[in-house]
Every structure is written in structure tokens, then in C-alpha cells.
């Protein structure tokens, strides 16, 4: 039986990688980015599926770029959801990484006789699964009856317990991706290594490189176990679930919580990070520090 529906309506975009099935059963509604194949474009999962991004990617023939969706498009979706939604959530990347957040914000302007409803486009500091539980988290509470400034709270409160962590199998997506300064510096002497990054509180640093698959693995490990008792992990990689095994093989040593869901990452964020990409979302439990 389906639960009572939230009198906000909450929004997000396809960098938040919750599956269509979570999406769906709390009410999510997900604005898809644009992927761009030189004059080509299409919408995220609408037009061009994962499958079919990096088997485009793979060939090496064209650089993928990203685009915010336009304003209009999240005001068609604030406009609908109006009809029924006593104010609007809309939960996005961060400010330092992308403009998805002040698209929501010029959406919203171009809503017709908002009223007094309230409107809130929040920064979750984060990517990926680590961006959709944040989004998850806030619709379960708004379906429970938060207000406006609670469901903000938990916001601002998960964005200290959030972390994302991934073993990339190249530096040369993001290099190519100009998104992170340390990445362009390491032309010729990383090029062959294989980069760890962590995204916390809207922050993208580096945690080394590796030689090997394995020892990449193995690094993950280590910082998972380092962020102490957890209340989830979700495993997120980019297109070779083989990788995925590998990885679970690990964590299965480890006692954490159940069950462990598994992303394929979108390709807005696979355009940065390229193919053979693995890692993990985690969210520390309530009451432990920021790590």
C-alpha cells in the first residue's frame, strides 16, 4: 500500500543516480542533464542510456561534455507539482562543481503565481548516491510531516555524515574534464596511475594514486573502515561490474549494514570520471564527528 503522499514536492537531477524504483516510491521527481556528443544532445536516461553512453565513450572518436538542464525545464516540473505541493525541495550538486543549483534557482523565478509557497534549492555537498540518499532522506521526512526548516536541517546535517570515495581506473577523464585543479597537473607522471578521490561537504580532494586494481581496492577498504560505525554503504562504479565483484569480496569481510546497494553511475558523471571507476557512499551514524 502506497504511503500518504508529501504535501512538499521534492526535486532533484540526474546527477543523483537513485534509481527509478526509489524514485518512484518517494515521490522524486529527477530533472535529467544533457549529455553532448559534439552537436549532439541528449537527455540523461531519456535519450541516451548508460549502456549506450559508454559504448560511445569507448570508441575514443568524441569528448562527451555536460549540460545543466535549462531554467524552463525545472519550472515546467515546480509548476506541476504546485497543482498539489504546498512548497518545493530542490536538492543538488554542489555550487563548486556545477550550476544545476542556480538553474533551480531560475526556474523557480520563472514559476507562474507561486504565491507565498515556499521554495528552497539546497546545496547536499555531494554526488551521485551520495546526493540521492541526501534527496531520499529529505522526501522520507517530508512524507512524515517535516517543515520547510526541518527537512533543511537534515540537509545541512547529512552533508557531515556523507562520504563519497572512488578508484578511478585513469586520471585522463578528469584531467580532461578541467573540473578539478589537482587532476590537470598530472599530465605524463599520473597518466598511468590510478587516482582515489573523496567528495565531502561539496569538496573534491585526492587521496593518492595506485598501480593496480587490487591496491586500489584495498585503499577503499582502508578509509571505509576508518569512517567507524555506519548506518549505510552503497557500492556506485562505472560500467564493468566485474569490478563490483571484485570489490564486494572485500566488503564482505567487514560487518556493515544490509543490504548493499549497487549503482551504475550516470554518465554526467561517468563523462568526468570515465569506464572502470568503482567505490562506495557512505553515511556515518548520527553523532559521530565529520571525518
Known amino acids: 500500500m502506497r504511503l500518504a503522499v508529501s504535501r512538499f514536492g521534492i526535486v532533484t537531477d540526474s546527477t543523483s543516480d537513485i534509481p ?3 524514485a518512484e516510491e518517494w515521490d522524486i521527481h529527477v530533472v535529467p542533464c544533457y549529455i553532448n556528443f559534439g552537436t549532439e544532445s541528449y537527455l540523461d ?3 541516451m542510456s548508460r549502456s549506450e553512453f559508454y559504448e560511445r565513450l569507448a570508441s575514443g572518436q568524441e569528448c562527451p561534455t555536460t549540460a545543466a538542464p535549462p531554467a524552463g525545464m525545472f519550472a515546467e516540473v515546480y ?3 504546485l497543482s498539489t505541493a504546498s512548497g518545493i525541495i530542490s536538492i543538488h550538486p554542489p555550487d563548486q562543481l556545477s550550476a544545476l543549483r542556480q538553474a533551480a534557482l531560475n526556474g523557480w ?3 507562474e503565481g507561486p504565491g507565498e509557497r515556499p521554495f528552497r534549492a539546497l546545496d547536499a555537498g555531494q554526488l551521485s548516491m551520495g546526493l540521492g540518499w541526501i534527496v531520499v532522506r529529505a522526501a522520507q521526512a517530508a512524507r512524515a510531516g ?11 546535517d547529512l552533508r557531515n555524515r556523507v562520504h563519497l570515495l572512488a578508484a578511478l581506473d585513469t586520471v585522463r577523464y578528469l584531467r580532461r574534464s578541467g573540473r578539478v ?3 590537470r597537473g598530472t599530465i605524463g607522471k599520473f597518466l598511468r596511475l590510478r587516482p582515489l578521490l573523496r567528495i565531502f561537504q561539496g569538496r573534491i580532494t585526492s587521496l593518492g594514486y595506485t598501480r593496480t586494481r587490487a591496491s586500489s581496492i584495498e585503499r577503499l577498504i582502508v578509509h571505509l573502515r576508518q569512517l567507524g ?3 549505510s554503504v ?3 562504479y562505472t560500467q564493468i561490474p566485474e569490478i563490483v565483484d571484485q570489490f564486494h569480496q572485500r566488503l564482505g569481510e567487514l560487518q556493515l549494514p544490509e543490504p548493499v546497494l549497487t549503482v551504475n553511475v550516470t554518465p554526467i558523471l561517468g563523462t568526468h570520471v570515465g569506464p572502470g571507476s568503482v567505490g562506495f557512499v557512505a553515511i556515518q551514524r548520527q553523532g559521530r564527528p565529520a571525518s
Open 181 to 183: 585543479g589537482w587532476a
Open 109 to 111: 523565478d520563472l514559476v
Open 79 to 81: 509548476q506541476r507539482l
Open 20 to 22: 527509478p524504483e526509489l
Open 234 to 236: 552503497t557500492t556506485i
Open 45 to 47: 536516461q531519456i535519450e
Open 146 to 156: 517535516a517543515d520547510m526548516a526541518a527537512i533543511e536541517k537534515l540537509v545541512a
Open 229 to 231: 560505525e555506519l548506518e
